[in-house]
């Protein structure tokens, strides 16, 4: 399935998570920039806040997929696309190099949060957090999501995106108390090439919609 844009795929997807969960208490987080944008349909159609969580992935010379990620409290998850053996290897072999690589990804992402991107877990407890992707080629961003979810109280996980790979529903069904997902990619190219508009603004117009919503939403 391809979409307009992001708008558009957002809207959509707010029409199926509202009716189920229109009244209740939730909160919308976007796992990117472009998931902000999906995110902001679904904040808006259910009248509640929309933040956003910034991770950074870790990557290892000559692995094809990032072995970690980081968001910026510290909230570290390995990627669970590896076993438990390749872990250990890689591990035993780059140890240092991913220690250096984690304070270097803390330093960039308290970069970004210093222009706005700060996520405030006081607005996801007791709540029904919806996590929101604009694409899940992977379960990997979930990882880390849940991770940092983990020690905060939440009423219920849902995961909603447009489009995901068929390993990334995988990972919905297992990390999620509810998902949503408009089309299910055999596939998966990139998360751009499914949409025919590339409308996800510079990250300073993110976290003004961001910022807009939220004031709307304390307002309500």
Same mark, same amino acid.
Request: charged content about 20%.
């Given at each position: ?27 919308? +987080? ?23 969580? /910034? ?6 010379? !000559?692995?094809? $997929? ?20 390749? /872990? ?31 996520? !405030? ?9 919806? *996590? +929101? ?9 979930? $990882?880390?999501?849940?991770?940092? *979810?983990?020690?905060?109280?939440? &009423?219920? =996980? +849902?995961?909603?995106?447009? /489009? ?6 995988? !990972?919905?069904?297992? =990390?999620? $108390?509810?998902?949503?997902? /408009?089309?299910?990619?055999? $596939? ?15 990250? &300073?117009? +993110? ?14």
């Amino acid at each position: 399935m391809y979409f307009k844009s992001r708008v558009e795929a957002g809207q959509k997807l707010a029409e199926q998570i509202s009716a189920k969960y229109q009244g209740k208490q939730c909160a919308v +987080v976007g796992l990117s920039d472009g998931g902000v944008m999906v995110g902001a349909q679904v904040a808006t159609k259910l009248h509640c806040v929309l933040t956003m969580l /910034l991770s950074e992935a870790i990557e290892l010379p !000559r692995e094809p $997929d990032a072995i970690a990620g980081i968001t910026p409290d510290g909230s570290f998850s390995y990627n669970a696309a590896y076993s438990p053996g390749e /872990l250990e290897d890689l591990l035993g072999e780059y140890h240092s190099f991913i220690e250096q690589e984690k304070m270097n990804k803390l330093q960039e992402l308290h970069r970004l949060v210093g222009h706005g991107g700060l996520i !405030r877990k006081d607005l996801l407890r007791d709540h029904v957090v919806i *996590l +929101v992707s604009d694409g899940l080629s992977n379960g990997f961003s979930l $990882d880390i999501a849940t991770q940092f *979810l983990k020690p905060i109280h939440i &009423e219920k =996980l +849902v995961i909603a995106t447009p /489009l995901a790979s068929v390993p990334a529903v995988d !990972r919905m069904h297992i =990390l999620g $108390d509810d998902i949503y997902c /408009l089309s299910v990619v055999e $596939d998966y190219i990139s998360t751009d090439h499914y949409y025919d508009t590339q409308d996800v603004p510079a990250h &300073e117009q +993110v976290v003004k919609t961001i910022e807009q919503i939220l004031t709307h939403w304390k307002q309500q």
